[in-house]
Nanobody
Framework: VQLQASGGGLVQAGDSLRLLCTASGETRSISAMGWFRQAPGKEREFVAY????????SYADSVKGRFTLSKGDGRDTIYLQMDSLKPDDTADYYC?????????????????????WGQGTLVTVSS
């Protein structure tokens, strides 16, 4: 499975951005997809995930109410709508996918719960 993330950019505080992550390859085996972010000098942190079967989602407290994660009709596309952006949201954003055929931590809030990662897309929010 290969992941391609896009949609990052430079915006002002209060603006919105929409990130897209597209998966290719053996996408039928994807059970969940998520977004993580990493700011300069900080560890990678969980943002949100979606369970591809039911479409159920979970969010980090820091983005709850401002970010909305949705999926396409299949198991190969997710969107992260980011509203009311703050300078603290500045980071490289990474999408990830969990392969149901592998055994990992199984915790989708943890980066160890994912098997595949896309390249980062940079989001910069100016004050």
């Amino acid at each position: 499975v290969q992941l391609q993330a896009s949609g990052g950019g430079l915006v002002q505080a209060g603006d919105s951005l929409r990130l897209l992550c597209t998966a290719s390859g053996e996408t039928r085996s994807i059970s969940a997809m998520g977004w993580f972010r990493q700011a300069p000098g900080k560890e990678r942190e969980f943002v949100a995930y979606v369970y591809m079967g039911l479409g159920s989602t979970s969010y980090a407290d820091s983005v709850k109410g401002r970010f909305t994660l949705s999926k396409g009709d299949g198991r190969d596309t997710i969107y992260l709508q980011m509203d009311s952006l703050k300078p603290d949201d500045t980071a490289d954003y990474y999408c990830a996918a969990d392969d149901s055929r592998t055994r990992n931590s199984g915790n989708w809030i943890d980066s160890r719960g994912y098997d595949y990662w896309g390249q980062g897309t940079l989001v910069t929010v100016s004050s």
